[in-house]
């Protein structure tokens, strides 16, 4: 276990599109159970859920995690993983997002040790290459753009970058991110000081707000991973994905 690592995972009850989903159950393990025992196996440091709900508070103490219960003001999962972080040593925070039931302990890592040696960048994160052609105009399917360095230039819920047709690349390939961050210490309590930024306004995208205000945010290149859940019909894309892995 690194000891300079915590891993925060926000489990919002009240979420707009999908109430509860945290909760909701896949092949009878609730999200926020698959999502908790990914980030035990990383292995990358103490876990941490953090919630607005007693619902949530009284499941993550069932499974026999440490569970916290944040302030009603806390408008963001970042607000959320910065109140639940103070008190604690750690150099990294992890905001493991409480929606990603079939995060790879591997993607955590790889993420991790891509900041650790980018000492210039201030977040780290991942992206995979999209094989999905129906994902590249899903706008719930965030896309980047990124430098020769693997840090990312931009964030869009549209496709990006966009594939003239008379570009002389004639093969370029769409990132979607993961979406996790791992923020250094330092700046993530710059981050929250922050005022929310047009970009991230227009796109409803938070990471657009570090990019407004110069941090910068190394990018790991992951395998694919399996389905968020972000709307209730995504239970169901999980269960056949599950399915589909266990009988590989």
């Given at each position: ?24 159950a896949?092949a ?19 876990v ?201």
């Amino acid at each position: 276990m690194d000891k300079n690592c915590l891993i925060v995972i926000p489990a919002r009850y009240g979420s707009q599109r999908f109430p509860g989903k945290v909760l909701s159950a896949i092949a009878g393990k609730p999200v926020l159970q698959w999502c908790w025992e990914a980030a035990l196996r990383s292995g990358l440091g103490e876990v941490i859920i953090a919630t607005e709900h007693k619902k949530v508070l009284n499941f993550a103490l069932s499974l026999g995690a440490r569970a916290v219960m944040t302030s009603p003001r806390c408008q963001s999962g970042t607000d959320r993983i910065y109140e639940a972080s103070r008190g604690t040593k750690a150099d990294f925070i992890i905001n493991m997002q409480g929606d990603e039931p079939f995060m790879e302990p591997a993607t955590l890592l790889k993420a991790y040790k891509k900041l650790k040696a980018s000492p210039a960048c201030d977040i780290g994160t991942a992206c995979s290459r999209i094989a999905d052609e129906k994902d590249i105009n899903n706008p719930n399917c965030v896309k980047l753009a990124m430098d020769g360095s693997g840090n990312a230039l931009y964030f869009s819920r549209s496709p990006i970058p966009f594939h003239h047709p008379l570009s002389e690349i004639r093969s370029y390939p769409y990132y979607k991110h993961c979406g996790f961050y791992i923020y250094r210490r330092a700046a993530l309590a710059r981050f929250v000081k922050l005022k929310p930024s047009p970009l991230e306004r227009l796109e409803r995208l938070e990471q657009l707000r570090a990019l407004e205000n110069g941090m910068k945010i190394a990018v790991a290149e992951v395998p694919t991973p399996g389905p968020a859940i972000d709307v209730p019909a995504d239970i169901r894309t999980a269960a056949v994905f599950l399915k589909k892995r266990l009988n590989k």
